[in-house]
């Protein structure tokens, strides 16, 4: 900590060792918490990956004592720290209960709450998040339709109408494909209606000429800042060398100057290194090319590049910013694009 009370970006790496950090305003500090008290008894996790490995202990020097595979939902009992490379960008491990110990990076923490549906759906459409491990989003309202896209845990999507299924009662949201304008069903108590307070802006007191955000992309860290004070702080997964390509995050100022509640993002061949990403978050675009800081939902190993040049953060991160940076985003429209925005700076 530096004489003004304020966490430097040193301090940061060298205190999130836990993976549990975040932010409080007006001051910033680091928001160490325990586990206990970051996992409700009821957390779970999505395996992210291909395969996914339990050991005996929180390392990959461990013994390997069982595989899952993508989607397979855990039961999370509780986080520890790989003691075996105290150098390593993510340290966090979680335990299984009952299983052995996963590495953090590949499985998202997830739960299981259901909603009670809502039928005053406007007719212009309303945000929901999903708040289930995942579900299959359909091409009729009833479970024996045809599948046509599988949306997860805190994705975003436009809820256009709620429809009953004449059969057994079922209200089931009908949401809407923003790239390919379709529509799709999913159960209704499986999204949560985002109430409008829950999007209000941030900070709209500090101008936005005195608001900027820092990417460092050796510490993958992302910094907010009010007046040269830093607000926020997170790790990121920016731009890399994947199997198919090279993806760099550009270095450069930019502007967030076109901005999305929910973007279905798809490139490329998804058997080598594309990607088709339904309701991707709480998006910032910097680039006429597509570039943007968003929510990730397909990884949780962050302070490590992943990405097609995009820089991916937390989902809760991604909504702060997304709340913080302007232009504004009017309540209820699909997108906000103006010629100017807060100010981005990404750098070594």
């Not at 709450?113 to 995942?134: C, F, S």
């Not at 900027?212 to 992309?217: A, C, Q, R, W």
């Not at 290194?273 to 949780?300: A, I, K, Q």
Request: charged letters at 20%; a negative charge; hydrophobic letters at 35%.
């Amino acid at each position: 900590m530096n004489h003004n009370g304020m966490f430097s970006r040193r301090d940061f790496l060298r205190l999130s060792g836990l993976g549990f950090f975040g932010l409080l305003l007006p001051n910033f500090h680091l928001n160490a918490k325990s586990a206990q008290d970051v996992f409700p008894p009821n957390q779970q996790g999505r395996v992210t990956s291909n395969t996914l490995w339990v050991y005996d202990r929180p390392s990959f020097k461990g013994k390997q004592l069982k595989m899952y595979w993508r989607d397979l939902i855990l039961p999370i009992e509780n986080a520890t720290i790989n003691e075996d490379d105290p150098t390593a960008y993510n340290r966090v491990w979680y335990e299984i209960k009952d299983q052995g110990f996963a590495y953090s990076g590949y499985i998202q923490p997830v739960l299981t709450i259901l909603n009670e549906p809502r039928t005053d759906i406007p007719t212009n459409g309303v945000l929901g998040e999903v708040t289930v491990p995942y579900s299959d989003a359909l091409q009729a309202p009833r479970a024996s339709s045809g599948v046509g896209y599988r949306i997860y845990y805190e994705t975003v999507h436009w809820i256009m109408a709620a429809v009953q299924n004449p059969d057994d009662g079922q209200i089931w949201y009908q949401i809407l494909d923003d790239k390919w304008d379709k529509l799709y069903y999913v159960p209704a108590e499986y999204l949560r209606v985002i109430p409008d307070e829950e999007l209000a802006p941030l900070s709209q007191d500090v101008p936005d000429d005195n608001k900027h955000i820092e990417v460092h992309l050796n510490d993958q860290i992302l910094m907010a800042y009010e007046y040269d004070n830093p607000v926020f702080i997170t790790r990121v997964a920016s731009g890399a060398v994947l199997r198919v390509g090279t993806y760099y995050t550009p270095r450069g100022s930019f502007m967030t100057y076109h901005k999305r509640p929910t973007r279905h993002m798809a490139a490329g061949d998804i058997t080598a290194s594309g990607f088709d990403l339904p309701g991707v978050p709480w998006v910032m675009y910097f680039s006429e090319s597509g570039l943007s800081l968003h929510g990730t939902y397909w990884h949780n190993d962050f302070g490590h590049p992943h990405s097609h040049g995009c820089v991916n953060l937390s989902i809760d991160a991604a909504k702060w910013l997304f709340r913080w940076t302007s232009p504004v985003m009017p309540i209820g429209e699909e997108f906000v694009y103006k010629s100017k925005g807060t100010q981005l700076v990404i750098q070594d």
